[in-house]
């Protein structure tokens, strides 16, 4: 939250929370923005739905068309409105070709003013000891990806990339494409 509101969040936005899981981050965007401004995607509808009853105090505010099952970034179902995407925590565990897939396709949104998202990063092509310890991978999860091609995947999607300063748990970078 403290990210999306950094990012100039308010009720008024449309949020798309790629990989919600059990809406770790849903449970509190939801009561932030107006009825019907979240929309989750993630593998497993399954998750979406426990999350859903066992995460909000109140589940009924939350309807459940607004969790939609997408393993492919293609973000099925999910209307035109959304002016802000995050993906915390997802591009860490999916090979690279993931985020600029999921980049690319989120340009359908007319309305979408900024996508935030984390990585690892790393140039080495083997495996790296991340500044607080966790061990990534060029091949397999947690994935590392070199910060250029991190960058010209936003640009090839049509963003403009920002790297942010602050390392977020694990040593994850977030990052904004705008």
């Known amino acids: 939250m403290a990210a999306l509101t950094a990012a100039g969040m308010t009720p008024e936005d ?12 849903g449970h509190k965007a939801v009561p932030f923005l107006r009825p019907g401004h979240y929309w989750g995607t993630d593998a497993s509808l399954a998750l979406m739905r426990h999350g859903r ?18 393993a492919d970034f293609a973000f099925p179902g999910v209307p035109d ?14 090979p690279h070709a993931d985020l600029q897939t999921a980049l690319t396709n989120l340009r359908r949104f007319p309305n979408l003013r900024s996508v ?17 310890g966790v061990v990534t991978h060029p091949d397999r999860p947690p994935y590392h990806v070199p910060e250029a091609r991190v960058a010209r995947a936003i640009g090839n999607a049509g963003f403009t990339p920002t ?5 977020l748990p694990r040593g994850q970078v977030l990052w904004t494409a705008t």
């Open 14 to 25: 449309h949020l798309l929370d790629i990989g919600c899981g059990s809406l770790r981050l």
């Open 53 to 70: 009853l066992t995460e909000l105090p109140d589940p009924e505010v939350l309807h459940e068309d607004h969790l939609i099952e997408d």
């Open 81 to 94: 409105s959304i002016t802000l995407a995050i993906a915390f925590g997802v591009f860490t565990h999916l």
């Open 116 to 132: 935030l998202f984390t990585v690892f990063l790393s140039d080495a092509p083997t495996s790296t000891r991340q500044p607080d």
């Open 163 to 167: 790297r942010h300063p602050t390392l």
